[in-house]
C-alpha cells in the first residue's frame, strides 16, 4: 500500500509540473526511452527550436522514427515497462511497480511519456546512482559534438551503479573527464663498489677484493602541492571562519598528506590563532579588521610542498539580526542571513548525505523555514500548516492585509491576487529594507541577479554543490498554488527573488542535476533568503 501511494504521488508531481527542458533533463529522456545518449544535433533541435517544456518534449518523442521502431504499433505495456526499466535501470520492474505502471497504462489513465518522466523523477539508490552515472557519459558524449547513434549506445553497455564503471567508459571513447594514471618514473640507484684494504700478511702474502656491482631500481617520489583554497573577500569577525586545504594533491599513488597551516600576516594588535592547523579544513576566529594571510605547507612523509598562501579579508561584521546569523559571500563580499526566513537553525546536512527524503527531513527540518507566497508578508500564511482557504485579494488596499491563509489558484497566471498584475507593489514591498516587510530592517529579498552571482553564476549547478557553498540552502521543495499542498520536500531548493517578468516572478530552483531559473506562479509558497542592502 505505502508503495502504491509513493508512486500515486510520484504520478501526481509529474503530471502538475510544467519543468523547462535542460542538458541534463532531455539526455534522462534520451536513456530511459532509446537506452542511449542524445546526438548532439538531436539535443540542440529540443532545447533550442522545438519550443517545447520537457513533457512535450516526452510526449513528441512518441512522434520519431527511431521511437516507432524501437516501439513498434502492438508492442504491449507489459513488454514496454520492462524496457523502460532496463533502458534506465538494468533491472526487471519490482512486482508492486509493475502492477501499479501496468494498471495505470491499460486503463489509459497515463500516457507511456508520462510514465517514463515519472519513473525518472522516482529514482532511489542504485536506480539513482546507475542513472546517475548514464547521465554524467551521456553529458560528455554529447557536449563533445557526437552524433554517432551507434556509439551513444555503445557507451551505455559497461555503466552500473558503481561511479567505477564512468571511467573507463570516459576513455575508451576518449571524452573529457577521462583520468589515467600517471606513469611513475623510476631511476637508477648504482650501488657503490666498495673496495677492501690489502692486508699483507706476515709472510709477506696479501689478499683483497671488492663487492659486486648491481642496481636497485626505486620510484622517484613527487612532493606534493598544497591548495590553500579561494581567497576570502569578507570574513565575520568573531565568528569562526572555516578554511579549506582539501583540494592540496600529490600525483604519487598511495601518499598520505598531512597538513600545516600557520598565520603569516594579520592586522596590528590581533592575536587570533588558528584551530585544527594540522588538518585540511582548520578555522580561524577573527579578533581584529583587517587583512590575513594564511599560509598551507602539505608533506606527503618524504618531501615537502611549496608553500600556498590565502588572503581573508574581514567585513567588520558581528553578531545577528533578529535571531539569525549572517554569512559573507566569498564571491561578491555581500552578507546574507544564514538561513532561510522562518528557519530555526542552519542546515547540518545535504540531502545525498541521507538514504532517502523522508531520512532527511526528519534530520533537517528545521533549516527549511517558511513558504512565502510572493510578495506576501509574513501573516501566518506562510506556515507549511497553514489553512489554504483564503480568498484571492481583488484590492489593492488588501495586498499587505491578505489575512493568514494560504490563497489558492487554479488559474493562469496563477496569483494570490486579481490586482497589481505587473508585481509592482510587492516587489516594492519585499525590496523595502526599513523592517516592514519579511526581511529585518536594512535587509531584503534579493533580484534574480544577485542570487544567479551567488549561484549559477559561481557554478552551483545541482543542490549538493548549493549545500556545500557558503548559503547552504535546504532542500525544502514548495507549496503548491493550485492545491496548497507540499511537492519535492526532501528533494529540490526552491527559492523566490524579487525579480517580475510579465505576470509572473523569477524563482531559482536546484534538483540533483540541475539549476534552472523559471518564471513562476505568484500562488506558490517558496523559501525566502534575505540579502544585507
Not at 204 to 233: E, K
Not at 275 to 300: H, K, M, R
Not at 506 to 526: K, S, T
Request: net charge negative.
Amino acid at each position: 500500500m505505502l508503495k502504491k501511494i509513493f508512486l500515486t504521488l510520484l504520478l501526481v508531481g509529474t503530471l502538475l509540473n510544467a519543468t523547462p527542458p535542460s542538458e541534463a533533463t532531455v539526455t534522462r529522456l534520451y536513456i530511459a526511452t532509446f537506452d542511449r545518449a542524445p546526438d548532439s544535433a538531436g539535443l540542440s533541435y529540443w532545447l533550442n527550436d522545438s519550443g517545447l517544456d520537457l513533457e512535450g518534449i516526452a510526449t513528441s518523442f512518441f512522434d520519431q522514427e527511431e521511437t516507432q521502431a524501437k516501439y513498434p504499433s502492438g508492442f504491449s505495456h507489459a513488454d514496454f515497462i520492462q524496457a523502460i526499466y532496463k533502458n534506465l535501470f538494468k533491472r526487471d520492474p519490482d512486482s508492486d511497480g509493475f502492477e501499479y505502471w501496468h494498471g495505470e497504462l491499460e486503463g489509459a489513465k497515463v500516457g507511456r511519456s508520462i510514465f517514463i518522466l515519472a519513473v525518472i523523477n522516482g529514482a532511489l539508490g542504485d536506480d539513482a546512482d546507475i542513472l546517475a552515472n548514464k547521465l554524467t557519459v551521456g553529458l560528455k558524449f554529447v557536449q563533445s559534438g557526437r552524433d554517432d547513434i551507434e556509439e551513444a549506445k555503445e557507451i551505455m553497455l559497461s555503466i552500473t551503479a558503481d561511479t567505477s564503471t564512468v571511467n573507463p567508459t570516459l576513455c575508451k571513447h576518449t571524452l573529457s573527464g577521462c583520468y589515467t594514471a600517471p606513469i611513475v618514473e623510476e631511476e637508477v640507484v648504482e650501488e657503490e663498489e666498495e673496495e677492501e684494504e690489502t692486508t699483507t700478511s706476515t709472510s709477506g702474502g696479501s689478499s683483497g677484493g671488492s663487492s659486486g656491482g648491481g642496481t636497485v631500481i626505486l620510484p622517484t617520489n613527487t612532493a606534493p602541492t598544497a591548495d590553500a583554497g579561494d581567497d576570502q573577500s569578507c570574513a565575520l569577525l568573531n565568528t569562526a571562519t572555516p578554511l579549506d586545504g582539501s583540494a592540496s594533491s600529490d600525483s604519487d599513488t598511495g601518499d598520505t598528506l598531512t597538513y600545516a597551516w600557520s598565520v603569516t600576516d594579520s592586522p596590528t594588535g590581533s592575536t587570533a590563532t588558528l584551530t585544527g592547523e594540522t588538518t585540511a579544513t582548520p578555522s580561524l576566529t577573527f579578533d581584529t579588521e583587517g587583512s590575513y594571510t594564511l599560509s598551507l605547507i602539505v608533506s606527503d612523509g618524504t618531501d615537502d610542498s611549496t608553500a600556498d598562501t590565502v588572503t581573508v579579508q574581514t567585513g567588520g561584521m558581528r553578531g545577528t539580526i533578529d535571531g539569525y546569523g549572517l554569512v559573507c559571500s566569498p564571491h561578491t563580499g555581500k552578507v546574507w542571513l544564514d538561513r532561510n526566513l522562518g528557519a530555526t537553525m542552519v542546515c547540518s546536512g545535504s540531502r545525498v548525505d541521507f538514504e532517502n527524503d523522508t531520512a532527511y527531513i526528519v534530520s533537517q527540518e528545521d533549516c527549511f523555514g517558511d513558504y512565502y507566497q510572493w510578495g506576501r508578508d509574513a501573516d501566518g500564511h506562510e506556515k507549511s500548516t497553514s489553512s489554504s482557504a483564503g480568498t484571492i485579494v481583488d484590492d489593492e488596499n488588501d495586498l499587505e492585509n491578505a489575512g493568514d491563509e494560504f490563497i489558492k489558484n487554479i488559474n493562469s497566471p496563477y496569483d494570490w491576487a486579481s490586482v497589481d498584475s505587473d508585481g509592482s507593489i510587492r516587489k516594492g514591498n519585499w525590496s523595502a529594507t526599513d523592517g516592514s516587510s519579511v526581511c529585518p530592517i536594512g535587509y531584503r529579498v534579493p533580484t534574480e541577479a544577485e542570487l544567479t552571482a551567488e549561484t549559477t553564476g559561481a557554478d552551483v549547478t545541482n543542490r549538493d554543490i548549493e549545500f556545500s557553498s557558503f548559503l547552504k540552502l535546504p532542500s525544502a521543495g514548495l507549496r503548491y498554488g493550485l492545491a496548497g499542498s507540499m511537492h519535492y520536500v526532501g528533494s529540490r531548493v526552491c527559492l523566490w527573488s524579487a525579480s517580475v517578468v510579465g505576470s509572473g516572478s523569477r524563482l531559482l530552483y536546484f534538483e540533483f542535476g540541475d539549476a534552472v531559473w523559471v518564471n513562476g506562479g505568484r500562488a506558490y509558497g517558496q523559501a525566502v533568503r534575505c540579502l544585507r542592502d
